[in-house]
């Protein structure tokens, strides 16, 4: 077995790979964009004797000290945890981490072998599951669009960082970098932006990043009916489905994508662990 580091060359030789991982057909266009000079140091893909591409990893860099990461091992490759032990090993000397930062691996509820692996490795500073919450978008949407969902503005950026931060920290350029690529609505009522949304676009689907509504306006139904129209305008463009993932404990948050006909995915159920590095 060899361990080598990912080239830009490599994403049409791996593209087998990252569709398997992803579920779905991924866009390499899309994968390259990730695919930056402080990034592939700690990208690594393994290979057979045959020169079949097994598994990979690939830790995203960031200047916060928060790294997410991915790891793919095919389910049917021989010594498995072997290699998930050296992919990760490889990443985690190569890469450019500070010290006390955190990296982060979201691994499918029903990979019980990588879950006890990433365990065995350190990665168990934090362990939380998530539930995988979908909803399938068809020609029988009724609901029209609301003239109250909009696009943030550049005036409106702290109204819409305010709203974000009331869940978590948001800097000032993802703000920007998300309403500029056309991932983040507002929801405007009576003149003042109540919720907001961060969503990110795939090939024929739309993660839910987050939905955030002001604390002093929740349980008046605006997340609900910035939802809809999200629902109406991503169907719109030619997506297919709308998926997301919840904490286990976030019962508010499950009752609210139930109420609102979203089924759970047991499937894409993760568990997320982290490790805090030295």
Excluded at 5 to 29: H, I, M, N, P
Excluded at 238 to 256: C, M, P, T
Aim: negative net charge; aromatic residues 14%; contains cysteine.
């Amino acid at each position: 077995m060899k361990i080598i580091q990912w080239e830009r060359s490599t994403f049409t030789f791996l593209k087998k790979l990252l569709d398997e991982s992803a579920g779905y057909s991924v866009s390499l266009e899309t994968e390259l964009e990730y695919f930056e000079p402080h990034n592939s140091a700690s990208w690594f893909y393994a290979l057979d004797d045959t020169g079949e591409a097994l598994g990979f990893v690939r830790i995203f860099i960031q200047p916060s000290g928060f790294y997410p990461g991915e790891i793919f091992v095919r389910s049917d490759a021989p010594h498995r945890s072997e290699i998930v032990k050296k992919l990760i090993g490889q990443s985690l000397s190569y890469g450019q981490f500070i010290s006390k930062g955190r990296i982060r691996f979201d691994i499918s509820q029903s990979d019980s072998m990588m879950i006890d692996e990433l365990i065995k490795m350190g990665f168990n500073s934090r362990i939380e599951k998530y539930l995988c919450y979908e909803y399938f978008l068809k020609n029988s949407i009724s609901v029209n669009r609301n003239e109250s969902v909009f696009i943030p503005k550049p005036e409106q950026y702290n109204s819409i960082k305010n709203i974000f931060c009331q869940l978590h920290e948001m800097s000032d350029e993802e703000i920007e970098r998300g309403c500029n690529e056309g991932r983040i609505f507002g929801f405007m009522h009576q003149e003042s932006i109540v919720s907001a949304v961060r969503v990110n676009f795939e090939i024929d689907q739309v993660e839910i990043v987050e939905i955030v509504t002001d604390t002093l306006k929740r349980q008046k139904g605006f997340a609900t009916q910035l939802l809809n129209h999200l629902v109406v305008e991503f169907y719109s463009r030619g997506f297919h489905r709308v998926f997301l993932f919840v904490k286990d404990e976030n019962l508010s948050a499950i009752q609210f994508y139930e109420k609102n006909n979203f089924t759970i995915d047991k499937l894409k159920s993760q568990t997320w662990l982290s490790k805090i590095l030295d």
